[in-house]
């Protein structure tokens, strides 16, 4: 029986595991890479703190956020403060009691209920947007959250001018974040959550779950 066929030397099984480990350790090598990117693109202030726009938007799921949103709205940011992809047993008095903020802003205030993650959000605000005849928004999600979150509101408004509010639960330390465990986990799942809105455009599915 003849041997097997030889490339250059080498068997073609270990020639095909050899380029197969390549391919990996380029995955690996193009992965980290943007995992550095990703800890640099987290927002660590707020870039536009003084613009006004048609609506404020929060997206619950982390704390500070409602709290934000309702602060933001009292200093007259915007006409009305949207929060996406609230609990169907929860109304706006809740909210607000929970907030301990005063009831004077309520009928400026609307609940969304359908959103259970990001890009539903994206589209359940896309919606309430286009019937409000707005043309700008606020958007209100922690930090971690908000390259995702930017990039879902983007896809799903693309000709809506998107300012960005981060804000920044103590539990998320952000200053060496690969040193917390904690957040070091909670960033690299939304890193992966990230990439897979990503390669959504290319081959769309409706997978995530999740803030």
């Keep these: ?121 994206a589209a359940e605000t896309a919606r309430w947007m286009r019937m409000e005849g707005f043309h700008s928004l606020r958007l209100v999600t922690g930090s971690y959250h908000m390259p995702r979150s930017l990039l879902e509101f983007s896809r799903a408004m693309p000709d809506m001018r998107i300012i960005a509010n981060p804000v920044f639960p103590e539990n998320v330390k952000q200053e060496r974040w690969w040193a917390w465990p904690g957040t070091a986990m909670l960033i690299l799942a939304e890193y992966n959550k990230y990439l897979l809105a990503l390669a959504r455009a290319v081959v769309p599915w409706h997978a995530e779950s999740g803030a």
């Design 1 to 121: 029986m003849s041997a097997a066929p030889r490339v250059s030397g080498m068997s073609r099984p270990r020639l095909q595991r050899r380029y197969l480990l390549r391919a990996i350790l380029l995955l690996l090598i193009l992965w980290f890479a943007g995992l550095i990117w990703f800890g640099q693109e987290i927002p660590s202030g707020i870039g536009d703190s003084e613009s006004e726009t048609d609506a404020i938007v929060v997206l619950t799921g982390g704390t500070l956020r409602v709290e934000r949103g309702l602060a933001l709205l009292a200093e007259g940011k915007a006409k009305k403060l949207f929060i996406s992809g609230v609990y169907h047993s929860t109304d706006v008095a809740a909210l607000l009691h929970l907030s301990r903020q005063s009831p004077e802003n309520v009928d400026r205030i609307e609940l969304g209920r359908e959103a259970d993650n990001t890009e539903g959000n």
